[in-house]
């Protein structure tokens, strides 16, 4: 029984060349098939992840506006011209509008800015809430829907529309999710 293997071993037969193009187109569909696969699964879950966190930044600044609106529960609000956001300022018991407690917010320059008046942004980092994703201009609003009071150019009550869009990335990677959202006063 050794005696045949050790014949067997000793034979010089080769494989074929039929046999190995056939092996080799084998492997190769075998690869393209597990590295599209991967391909496609990374990118996959590059796309999610970037969706997953521009929702993430979108609720900060959500909950960055809201926090201020009712922490500061504003008497008046005022409606920006350009629809770039509003301003808001409580009244005394006189009805007259007390100028320390004002606040602007606002979308501009790819970011959300909470303003006080002759307060930069630099002097308290607070006040403008900043994010790793660009809010892109001309597509991103906060408006305000409501009546203004008797001939006023101000409001009571009403719903503040945001409309965030933001964008993470650049070129071919660039990922860009749209939130809305309302909020009473």
Known sequence: ?????????????????????????????????????????????????????????????????????????????????????????????????????????????GQLQIQKPGVSNAADPYQSTKVNAQIVPGLSSIRIEGDTVGGFDYYKTGLINIKLVLALGEGAERSQIELESRFGF
């Open 1 to 109: 029984m050794h005696n045949r293997f050790v014949n067997r071993l000793k034979r010089e037969e080769g494989v074929t060349l039929i046999e190995l193009l056939a092996v080799l187109t084998l492997i190769t569909m075998i690869l393209g098939i597990i590295s599209t696969t991967l391909f496609f699964g990374f990118r996959s879950y590059n796309q999610v992840d970037a969706e997953n966190r521009l929702r993430e930044e979108g609720d900060i600044l959500m909950s960055s506006i809201i926090t201020e609106l009712y922490v500061s529960a504003p008497d008046h609000v005022y409606a920006l011209a350009d629809g770039s956001g509003f301003r808001m300022v409580n009244v005394d018991t006189d009805g007259t509008e007390i100028a320390s407690t004002e606040k602007t917010i606002r979308v501009a320059e």
